[in-house]
């Protein structure tokens, strides 16, 4: 009944929690850069690759949007060896969280390429670019530009849900939190703390998105 | 040999037939202003000439290229036909330099220093020298479709389709542009527009074309036309006494 | 591989889907009505108030559902208080549900046009009034969309109640493989029993949305 939070039993474990704050920020950071990336690849194809290109792009996006992260976490640590693919946690977590952003990122940066006006790539076109040439100079910092708010809102979502990538032992900040709380049984205080520092971590990513994205497209 | 020889064009949307057998020639140094109602296909014989649009039949050269061949380098022909369009379409993410010289960049392979001389060379033309910098939302709509000339001129076209580039214009905007056209016109280089301003395809124009239900339906010296035009379509068209 | 170990990794997922499906409606039902309750309280226009539902809102939007689960089911429980995972997985997944709802529905109220806040107040009604009978109406229709593609992450969401034990679609999962070490078979099954109850609302939800634009 009358449990005291005492929070300086957490700090012997500092090195710990932050080698697992450490492991997120480079798990996120990697997956992000490597989503992002087959985002605009999975919208390039989709709006003009050819059509078996972008179908099997539609069923990549779909597949990954309805089914649960930690499902496809599961499949790719526990299912994938059964295909003679073995991964270590920590790949399998980098592997998941990439694939994971790439599908929300086609989707996202596909919805800000078709609203980019079709005058804008006849123009790209009628100065003898290829369509190419057009996706890569005139539509993809446009359509970036458009999306930028709610692909650092996806990206921010991502990276919290990265802490599922504990429950295969990949030792990120949740798994430093059960470790913490498992030697010292004080889990509220692991939890909270750890919680607060997602926190942080979310507050300071998203104020650095804002700032590259001010940094990418000055002018507007 | 015409820069530009269209001959017994047809294109169709579906079963809805838009150039019903279009003929033409534009000379070097020609300025053709093209009028007629609204749907009589000027925009698409204009987005044709480019490529924009394919037809089903007939043919289209420029200098000596016919746009729907087979082995037409359809890159090759829109580095000689530039295009200004009703809606500027200038790229918003880029300022009016930067505007100018993406496609020399990227499809010229023209390098960073002589790109920008030739940003400079091209604003001055359209009189815009002081707003290289500037990013299009900076610009009013006169010089928005002015930086959208230069941008087109800086591919150094030897034909450039113009289609209406006053129309979205507010009215005080619309001499401004047009002034630009008139220098563009006096320095030689051949020019189809699509205009309603009637005053300019008259003394601005070297060729006056009168598109009527998917034809090239009367043509010939704007002066002449205007004064005596010799169908009742035309008449009727630009409201002269019949 | 034995049809018959394929049956029975089957049906035993199905009947874990039932605890997906009843943990998704009363998370997402619970979430929604304190969802309701954090609009009003975001838009009350009353300081301290506003501050508090913000605050509740960037914290269970800026931390792991998992670490809120944690903190429900590990840490109340020091309190004295003893939570089952079902109760913990509800609870978390609810408050989880309404940070989230309530941002979505303050969009679609903030979405109506200042005039008609000013054309209802000039009209003598109060704030309640001009909720309930001219901003709430309105923004129903625009939040329809969104509300049923949000319901898809609920959906997700409860996989995570696994973590803490409560046996539903992903703990059955997990546990047929245990004991079948059928992995790629398992969770095959599992991902696309997930995707049969998420893609027809993520459709149903694309739906709605281009209804609503080609009305506009
Ligand atoms: N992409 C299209 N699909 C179907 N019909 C079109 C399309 N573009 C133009 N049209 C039709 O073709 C006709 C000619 O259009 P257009 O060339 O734009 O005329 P103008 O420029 O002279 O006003 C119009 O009836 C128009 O409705
Ligand atoms: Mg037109």
Redesign the interface.
Known sequence: MTYKLQFGELLPYMGVLFEGLLFTVVLTLISTVAGVGLGIGGAAARTFGPPWAGRVFVIYVELIRNTPFIVQLFFIYFGLPALGLKLSESQAAFLAMTINLGAYSTEIIRAGVEAVPKGHIEAGVSLAMTKWEVFAHIILKQALQKIWPALSSQIIIVMLGSSVVSQISAEDLTYAANFVQSRNFRAFEAYFAVALAYLGLAIVMRAMLRGIGRLMFPGH | MPLVDIRDVRKSYGAVEVLKGVSLDIAQGDVAAIIGRSGSGKSTLLRCINGLETYQSGSICVDGVEVAGEKTNLRELRRNVGMVFQQFNLFPHLTAAQNVTLAPKVVNKTGETQAMDLAKEMLAKVGLSDKAGNYPSQLSGGQQQRVAIARALAMRPKVLLCDEITSALDPELVNEVLRVVERLAKEGITLILVTHEMRFARDVGTKLVFMHAGKAHEEGPPKALFDAPRTPELRQFIGAPA | MSDFTFWVIFSNLLLALRWTIALSLVAFVCGGAVGLLMLFARVSKIGWLEALTRGYI??FQ???????L??LF???????LEVSPWLAATLALTLWTSAFISEIWRGCVESISRGQWEASSSLAMTYIEQMRYVILPQALRIAVAPTVGFS?QVV??T??A??IGFVEL?KA??ML?NATF???L???L??LM??AL??PL?FFAKKLEGRLNAAR
């Open positions: 960037e914290f800026g931390t792991p559902l998992l670490m809120q944690f903190l590990f840490g109340l429980a020091l309190f004295g898809v997700k969401g996989a995570l696994s973590v992903t999962g997990t493989n059928r992995p790629f398992v969770y095959s599992v991902a997930y995707f998420c893609f993520s």
